[in-house]
């Protein structure tokens, strides 16, 4: 039976033109797929005049056209062709995800509605039968190039949507990793660590959450998406709060007295204050905010209950803190410090071992125990070298020095105001005034910077000892000066508060060269 679009003339089917627009406006394309020449012809005569226009004569030559690239906004298909039909072609287009966009119409003779039911099964939007209508299928095309213009906008600018969140997504990452960093980096400059030691702990703690994620009393916060992540970024926060440590103690070689320590044991604390007092700026809770938290303020707690600041125990401390704490540790035992050689592998994770239940929780020491092979190449990936160690002490001199030295203004302003007092310079003497009200440097300040084992540890400058003896003097001199003044011993007084002056005067030069023994230390 001849096709109802067939016509008496045979012409061969139209070249599509070049162009692609029409003035300004997109000139949409459309593929034409029969396997008549006359049907192919007529189709092209109706639509050329407002589209571009592409034909086929099979549906495998249909498919292979759309494969080399050409883009294709609207396919009227018939059914019935040689080979693959219509309803496979469409089936094929509407499985890949390149083409399944395409709005497909079919064209054809089957007029059942089961035909036309199946054809819209297999996907196609529409269903026009033969013989067609010209002023029907025109406006049943522009109908579905409409409806496919308004997909491929909304598409776009979904497109352009998520592109701009997940730019704004990284620069937030962004900014938060900077964040850490230099934060991480301010307590480096402060500390007796080098910054490798916030690198091997961090490596540490990623690695102890990874065989962790599965066990079941952490797998329900490790395995959680990004935690792991999130842990890695946070853990060099977790000195933070010693920029709020006096240089004194912070960076004090020998062991700490009790006075000091307690001062010590405030860094966790401080830490947390800090970070709450980001969040509160922010007016925000963030979840790497609450796991900073959680590492700078519990990873001192031990497992046993006797670690600080709140003295928790077992399970009340934070998983992060619980990592933290055997990362530290561990890193404390091996690592070469200025002021300490470090532990053979195997002597600090006997340590370890030797602090389940006590230091450490005994399933992160079990964990360790299967890590010790990783834990060593971290430890070597990120040692610290000789260079580093000698940058680290030439710091650590120069905060010393600068650090003694404001101590040893301070005190010479203290004492000197008692002096100029008493020699008639400052006003009237004190009443009460005691010898023992002189302030000594070498009592409440100098001696926390100047000791024998800072002098072997550091090596000290040439400047410290003859300051350390000209105060000595100093304060000695005002003790006398004052049980001068209260005797009435005025020619004493005078001769005494000379040599006082001379000597603060002597030590005025010794600052100096101080000054320069830590420029040349750096």
């Known amino acids: 039976m001849a096709d109802p679009l067939e016509s008496n003339e045979l012409p061969e089917p139209p070249v599509a033109r070049d162009d692609h627009q029409v003035g300004s406006t997109p000139t949409p394309t459309i593929l034409a797929v029969d396997d008549s020449p006359q049907n192919l012809t007529l189709l092209s005569r109706l639509l050329k005049p407002r589209h571009r226009v592409k034909v086929a004569n099979t ?145 540490y703690v990623r690695l102890l959450a990874d065989a962790l994620k599965t066990h079941p009393r952490f797998a329900a916060y490790l395995g959680q998406p990004g935690i792991v992540d999130l842990l890695f970024k946070c853990a060099p926060l977790h000195d933070i709060g010693k920029v709020g440590i006096p240089d004194h103690i912070l960076l004090k070689p020998g062991r700490y007295t009790p006075a000091e320590f307690d001062v010590m044991k405030q860094h966790p604390t401080l830490g947390r204050e800090a970070i709450e007092r980001a969040e509160h700026d922010l007016d925000v809770a963030l979840p790497f905010l609450q796991i900073a938290k959680d590492i700078v303020y519990c990873h001192h707690e031990k497992w046993d209950g006797s670690g600080y600041p709140r003295g928790l125990a077992g399970d009340a401390i934070p998983i992060p803190g619980r990592l933290m704490a055997l990362a530290d540790v561990y890193d404390a035992l091996i690592s070469r410090r200025v002021y300490k050689a470090g532990l053979p592998h195997a002597a600090a994770a006997a340590i370890i071992v030797e602090g389940a239940d006590a230091h450490f929780d005994p399933a992160v020491v079990e964990v360790f125990e299967t890590l010790q092979g990783d834990f060593e190449r971290v430890a070597q990936v990120y040692a610290d070298s000789d260079v580093e160690i000698e940058k680290k002490m030439a710091q650590i001199r120069r905060l010393h020095a600068a650090g003694a030295r404001q101590l040893l203004l301070d005190a010479i302003r203290q004492q000197q105001s008692c002096v100029d007092a008493l020699i008639g310079h400052g006003g009237s003497t004190p009443a009460a005034l005691r010898p023992d009200d002189v302030p000594n440097h070498h009592a409440c300040a100098f001696g926390q910077w100047y000791d024998s084992e800072g002098r072997t540890r550091f090596g000290g400058f040439a400047s410290f000892q003859a300051i350390d003896s000209e105060h000595r003097r100093a304060h000695a001199l005002a003790r006398r000066l004052v049980e001068a003044e209260r005797a009435g011993r005025a020619t004493e007084r005078e001769r005494v508060g000379i040599e006082l002056r001379q000597t603060h005067a002597r030590i005025a030069r010794l600052l100096h060269e101080l000054d320069a023994d830590a420029q040349a230390s750096a």
């Open 59 to 203: 549906g495998e030559r249909a498919l292979r056209l759309i494969d080399d690239g050409h883009a294709i906004d609207l396919i009227l298909l018939d059914v019935m062709l040689p080979g693959m039909d219509g309803y496979a072609v469409c089936r094929q287009l509407k499985a890949r995800a390149s083409t399944r966009d395409i709005p497909v119409i079919f064209l054809t003779a089957l007029a059942d509605s089961s035909d036309e039911t199946h054809g819209l099964e297999v996907g196609a939007v529409d269903y026009i039968t033969k013989p067609i209508s010209p002023p029907i299928l025109l406006a049943r095309v522009a109908t579905h190039l409409n409806v496919k213009r308004m997909q491929d906008l909304l598409r776009d600018r979904n497109h352009s949507l998520e592109d701009q969140v997940r730019r704004r997504a990284a620069q937030a990452v962004a900014a938060q990793d900077v964040t850490i960093h230099a934060l991480a980096s301010l307590a480096e400059t402060r500390d007796l660590e080098t910054g490798n030691h916030i690198r091997r702990t961090q490596h």
